[in-house]
């Protein structure tokens, strides 16, 4: 078994921390911006320096590969992103990046020996939390996306500005025949913060994750009538917000009837037309459930249907926003991540993401898993955010082990 080292990945944190640093612990690092442009040629400037061929995709996707002993082998690539949200933390994404660079440096200090060609990628826009959508070049990548509609995707800061100019300004930009393919690539490993509280709560260092979750999005709408809010008596309203608080009681009530893993969340939601002098007339929220279990997801859909067509003399709707079926990570590969997390010793269970990650759109190409750190007090997308050294090497450590499984049995 081999071992990362601590103080390497310590300093990795640090420096990687330093761009876009919001000055109060974390960082806002939006894809191609300058601070993550900083972050790429920090990894560039580094995998070069042990010998790493770079190369770069039409998405400005960085692949950064060191040679195995057989030529003819597909690559193995470890992958994730370098950018944030806004005042996000110092390893969503970025740990990923860091742990495939750890990987890449362990076995070149040491001299370790492997067949295949390996890779440390970055993925471009994985949050997209200045243009959307999220997991953008992994979408364009994998056939999810269609490539000239993500190029029109306008900055939420200034709509003037777009994906593909700020595309075309990067020195990041290449050819489309650098990118990720199952012609050249034989896996992928994503290692990534748990992002929520589990590990921490059964004091497991490392996840060995097996698949992304299922989930729907459906918007819920209530129709009322608009009136005067000091003239009307509250017998002759039909307020849209009371129905909609009615509606939403109800959602409560029913899917906590199911299965305890299932999670829904309404984090959304339009009242029109919002104004404190005016009963509201129609108000549109959201319900996102996930589940492993395709069947759980089916009786969340049935309770919505469920929903009475008339709530507090209202009206109501639905419509199905966005849907994904659950994403299962390769057997194999998932199997290589649990025998070395056991066989290093490190503590480990295997958990499932509810989150979305690239990982999940190039498990349609090739065999692909994910390994998690765990996340202090579970935070994620915010200055909290924390995993110690310790774990973090230990989640790189996985990673470099169950590489190198793969790598002698492929
Ligand atoms: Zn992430």
């Not at 300058?34 to 040629?41: F, S, V």
């Not at 110092?90 to 020996?113: F, R, W």
């Not at 499932?352 to 692909?368: E, I, K, L, R």
Request: with cysteine.
């Amino acid at each position: 078994m081999y071992i990362c080292d601590e103080k390497r990945m310590a300093d990795k944190i640090n420096t990687f921390s330093q761009f876009g640093d919001a000055g109060h612990g974390g960082i806002t690092r939006y894809s191609l911006s300058p601070e993550a442009h900083q972050a790429r040629d920090e990894f560039v400037r580094r995998l070069k320096a042990i010998g790493a061929v770079v190369e770069t995709d039409d998405m400005a996707n960085v692949y950064a590969t060191i040679p195995g002993t057989d030529p003819t082998q597909k690559r193995i690539v470890m992958a994730s992103h370098v950018d944030s949200v806004k005042n996000g933390g110092n390893y969503d994404g970025i740990l990923g990046v860091m742990s495939a660079m750890e990987v890449l440096e362990t076995i070149q200090a040491e001299k370790i020996p492997h067949r295949h060609p390996i890779t440390a990628m970055i993925w471009t826009n994985e949050e997209g939390s200045l243009y959307p959508p999220a997991m953008m070049s992994s979408g364009v990548v994998t056939g999810k996306f269609d490539k000239e509609a993500v190029l029109s995707s306008k900055s939420i800061l200034d709509p003037s500005k777009t994906f593909g100019e700020a595309l075309e300004k990067s020195p990041y930009k290449g050819a489309a025949e650098n990118r990720l393919s199952a012609e050249k690539y034989c896996a992928m490993f994503e290692t990534h913060i748990e992002q929520g509280p589990i590990l921490e709560a059964e004091g497991k260092d490392i996840g060995v994750v097996t698949c992304v979750l299922g989930m729907v999005n459906y918007r819920i709408r209530t129709y009322g009538q608009a009136d005067h809010a000091g003239t009307t008596p509250m017998q002759y309203r039909r307020d849209a917000l009371y129905a909609a608080a009615q509606v939403l009681l109800y959602l409560h009530e029913e899917l906590d009837k199911l299965d305890p893993e299932l999670v829904y969340t309404t984090g959304e939601i339009k009242c029109h037309p919002c104004v404190h002098t005016v009963i509201p007339d129609e108000v549109d929220f959201s319900i996102d459930a996930r589940h492993e279990n395709p069947d759980v997801i089916r009786q969340v859909v049935e309770i919505i249907k469920s929903i009475p067509a008339e709530v507090a003399k209202c009206k109501t709707g639905f419509e199905l926003a966005w849907k994904r079926d659950t994403v299962y990570f390769d057997k194999k590969l998932v199997g290589y991540v649990k025998d070395s997390v056991d066989e290093l010793g490190i503590s480990n269970r295997f958990i499932n993401s509810g989150a979305g990650h690239d990982a999940q759109f190039v498990s349609y190409m090739m065999p692909t898993t994910m390994i998690f750190v765990q996340s202090k007090d579970g935070h994620s997308h915010c200055e909290e955010e924390f995993s110690s050294v310790a774990q973090c090497t230990a989640g790189a450590s996985v990673m470099l082990n169950a590489v190198l499984k793969l790598d002698a049995d492929s």
